[in-house]
């Protein structure tokens, strides 16, 4: 990017104080020599000798920035596209031909019913998602709300800079088309998550009109068979009176013969049994009058009345043999008598069914047509439930998806694109064909009072002027270096540009350096010795 352009930079030092005024450019320049100085290899070793680096050069780097609005949000971009954000999104299958011949089907319920069934999986929730990878775009909350802040420190000019300005990756053309994309990402999603829920609405509400269908069918469907169930209901319950008045009377009749029979069998078994009580009062009235004969001694009587008795006795055994004869016919003609009835009842019974068999008929078919509709309506419930758990189960990844761009930058005021440059100190070592990079990140200052001087016991007080501000930055610039290293191209063009804006070797930039080492050591922050050797590095 040419020099003579408006640019907008961002200090390398954000406090930019120390305890008796500003923090110059001489110090800066200065704290960074030394820095550089300190880290070269002087080269040595107990085994194996290494030679001394050198340093190649000590250059200011400006590293670019888009800072651009979309919608409420302030977006960053990495001007080398170091960094890039992916965003991913359920692939979905297509909701307009699926509702279009949803609502095609929806006028035969059979064919609706069909339809749902060979389309459960239609909005399969798989692993499958579709992608877009935005070049550049850095996410990292962290990074974000750090460098926003910093970018509040950026000032805008016109003047040349001594130092090297990296051409960002992408143009302001190109940002506008990838804001476009982004845009029309985000549309795609809202469109996407509005097709489901129309979805979703279509399904319930055709579903409910197949199922109103289905019970008006069933409400049909008992009219139908209502009038003609009563008319058949009248006509069975006249046969069925009909035939139980006749079973009554075969019932009365069939009673009658037995009780009859029992009668004649009773009747024969009391006189059996009156004759037997007789006999037994004759033989009771024949032993009062033996015993009178013996006591008259009429020995005649006596053997005639002994042989009546013997001869009545003998007809007590035939008697009750009788008797119980009879009374087993008595237990048979009861039992006849109960199986008879039985019978006859089991005969009645059939009758009555047979007489109701076209009613059953009748309101089995009506059953049989009313419980096909409630199946129906059941697979169409259990149908339409299975596809919308699916569709939503899309519509929250959809929703997550779309609810991430409010994740993609921070909530601030942004009216237009911004290129911003960021500058570190890219420093470049040789020691012979070995060449090594390093760098010093935007720092803040570590000057807090004699403090600050006195805690690096064991270390360089210098090295604890600057502290980097971020360490999301330093890893940004970590990659940074890793670039150098594997685009030969890239390396060769910044290589080119640091040698033409090496500090070191600018007479205004050595004369800057001198006058920040004197301020530094007037400060406390280098020793005498220091100060001797980095003025004697510098002649």
Not at 18 to 28: N, Y
Not at 251 to 271: A, N, R
Not at 362 to 375: F, P, Q, T
Not at 443 to 468: C, E, H, V
Request: charged residues 30%.
């Amino acid at each position: 990017m040419s020099n003579d352009i408006q640019k907008t930079l961002l200090p390398f030092i954000s406090m930019r104080q120390m305890g008796d005024g500003t923090l110059e450019e001489e110090i800066e320049n200065a704290t960074v020599f030394c820095l550089a100085e300190l880290d070269r290899a002087k080269g040595g070793g107990l085994f194996r000798k290494q030679a001394p680096e050198k340093i190649v050069y000590v250059s200011e780097v400006y590293y670019p920035f888009w800072i651009v609005p979309f919608r409420d949000l302030t977006l960053l971009f990495d001007g080398l596209n170091l960094s890039s954000h992916t965003t991913a999104y359920p692939a979905l299958p297509d909701t307009k031909a699926f509702k279009d011949n949803l609502t095609q089907l929806a006028s035969s319920r059979q064919a609706y019913a069909s339809f749902l069934s060979d389309n459960l999986n239609y909005f399969q929730n798989s692993e499958e998602e579709q992608t877009q990878s935005i070049d550049g775009l850095i996410t990292d909350v962290e990074f974000l709300n750090e460098f926003i802040a910093y970018s509040k420190e950026a000032q805008t000019t016109d003047a040349a800079v001594n130092g090297v300005l990296v051409s960002p990756a992408q143009d302001e053309k190109q940002i506008v088309e990838t804001l476009k994309a982004l845009e029309n990402l985000r549309s795609k999603l809202e469109n996407d998550l509005a097709e489901l829920n129309l979805v979703i609405k279509t399904l319930d509400q055709q579903s409910e009109k197949a199922l109103a269908g289905l019970r008006d069918e069933i409400k049909a469907t008992e009219d139908k068979f209502g009038e003609q169930i009563d008319e058949i209901k009248t006509i069975v319950a006249e046969k069925r009176a009909q035939i139980n008045k006749e079973y009554s009377d075969k019932v009365t009749e069939l009673s009658d013969q037995f009780e009859q029979e029992l009668i004649g069998l009773h009747k024969e078994i009391i006189t059996l049994q009156k004759t037997a009580e007789d006999i037994g009062s004759e033989i009771v009235d024949i032993d009062n009058e033996i015993k009178t004969a013996l006591v008259n001694k009429d020995e005649n009587a006596e053997f005639k009345l002994k042989e009546k008795k013997e001869a009545l006795k003998q007809q007590l055994p035939t008697t009750k043999i009788a008797i119980r004869s009879l009374e087993t016919k008595v237990e048979e003609t009861q039992e006849n008598k109960k199986n008879a009835l039985f019978q006859l009842k089991e005969e009645n019974d059939e009758t009555l069914k047979a007489a109701g068999n076209e009613l059953i008929e009748l309101e089995s078919h009506r059953d049989a047509e009313i419980k096909a509709c409630k199946d129906e309506m059941e697979r169409i419930e259990d149908y339409t439930s299975t596809i919308i758990g699916k569709i939503d189960k899309l519509t929250k990844i959809s929703a997550a998806a779309l609810d991430n761009f409010d994740n993609l930058g921070l909530r601030q005021e942004q009216t237009r694109n911004h290129l911003v440059y960021m500058p570190f100190y890219l420093t470049c070592y040789q020691s012979g064909p070995n060449m090594r990079c390093m760098y010093f990140a935007p720092s803040i200052s570590g000057n807090d009072g004699l403090g600050a001087r006195l805690r690096g016991f064991g270390k360089k007080k210098i090295t604890y002027l600057f502290q980097p501000r971020s360490q999301k930055i330093v890893s940004l610039l970590n990659h940074f270096l890793g670039l150098l290293s594997e685009d030969i191209a890239f390396s060769h063009e910044i290589d080119e540009a640091c040698r033409k804006a090496n500090l070191i070797k600018s007479a205004e930039a050595v004369e800057s350096i001198t006058k920040g080492l004197n301020k530094l050591w007037i400060d406390g922050w280098l020793s005498d010795g220091e100060f001797e050797s980095f003025n004697q590095i510098l002649k």
